[in-house]
């Protein structure tokens, strides 16, 4: 299972380590967009009070994985402790996550089981329509993303990430002491949002897919050889006292052996 999971993680790693400059670039042109298009208008920058908020949840479809499952739970009730007094919905992408939530009646508008050994971007384009769905009908108010995000093999950090509603941040769209950079764009600027603000979307809730398939991955890796390590460990241990015992099974023999010749002499 560690060599399984050694195999799969390379190609995880890819994907997460790919998805991290487009997800960053494509934020820099959405934030440059809204600093130059004047009242920007879009249902997805509509900032209203938290009131009703999804969460999507991200863990594993398997165990076998240390506390990596474990940890997204942990970090799920907290999130839930810290808003205690909203509306909470969920929408978790994985079985281990969704069985943990349906067990504790947590409302679930929808489900994604069994697909992250084939995550792609069509998954990407479902999931991230349900979430503008519900955002721009005014279902929910603001859409969080919680996952782990991969370090290293050995390292794994849980992320909380809000996804809805899309603050622009001009700093972040401009070259650390410069000036900003003129951009010339060929659509009209509601027309650019529209294309734009979904993409963004969908990029969030892709990024996050791979960054935590590439994290269970990992924390599988590494589950897997102290499993190994320990078994080996432990086999060792039982060997050593089972030739404790043979060896005094066999002396015990022989001294009885000797006591009955001398008893007959």
Same mark, same amino acid.
């Given at each position: =299972? ?13 994907? +997460? ?6 997800a ?5 042109? @959405?934030?440059?967009?809204? @600093?130059?298009?004047?009242n920007?208008?879009?249902? @997805? ?20 994985c240390?506390?990596? #499952?474990?940890?997204?739970?942990? %970090?799920? @009730?907290?999130? %839930? ?8 919905? *969920? ?10 939530l ?9 489900? *994604? ?29 603001? &859409? ?13 950090? =849980? ?8 603050a ?44 935590? &398939?590439?994290?269970?991955? +990992? ?9 190994? #390590? ?11 006292? =089972? ?13 009885? &052996?000797?006591?009955?010749? +001398?008893?007959?002499?």
């Open positions: =299972m560690k060599f399984v999971a050694a195999a799969k993680l390379r190609r995880a790693q890819e994907n +997460a380590l790919a998805a991290r400059p487009y960053k670039q494509l934020t820099r042109v @959405l934030q440059s967009a809204l @600093l130059r298009i004047e920007p208008q879009h249902p @997805l920058l509509e900032r209203r009070e938290e009131k009703s908020v999804l969460a999507l949840v991200v863990s594993g479809d398997k165990g076998l240390g506390a990596f #499952n474990t940890n997204v739970l942990r %970090r799920t @009730l907290e999130f %839930r402790s810290d808003r205690a007094s909203l509306t909470l919905h *969920y929408l978790p992408i994985g079985k281990r996550g969704r069985d943990a349906r067990k504790r009646k947590f409302e679930i508008v929808d489900e *994604y089981v069994g697909v992250l050994s084939k995550a792609d971007r069509r998954l990407a384009q479902e999931v991230a329509a349900k979430v503008v769905e519900m955002y721009s009908a005014g279902k929910v108010d603001a &859409v969080y993303a919680i996952f782990n995000e991969f370090r290293s093999v050995l390292v794994q950090r =849980m992320i909380v990430q809000q996804i809805l509603p899309i622009p941040d001009a700093a972040a769209s401009e070259p650390a002491g410069g000036s900003p950079v003129d951009y010339l764009y060929e659509q009209p600027g509601e027309e650019l949002l529209g294309k734009l603000l979904p993409r963004y979307v969908e990029t969030q809730v892709i990024r996050a897919i791979f960054e935590s &398939v590439a994290a269970e991955n +990992a924390a599988r890796m590494t589950a897997m050889d102290s499993a190994t #390590n320990n078994a080996k460990e432990l086999i060792e241990k039982l060997t050593l006292h =089972m030739n404790k015992v043979r060896q005094a099974a066999i002396t015990k023999e022989i001294i009885e &052996v000797v006591s009955g010749a +001398a008893s007959t002499a």
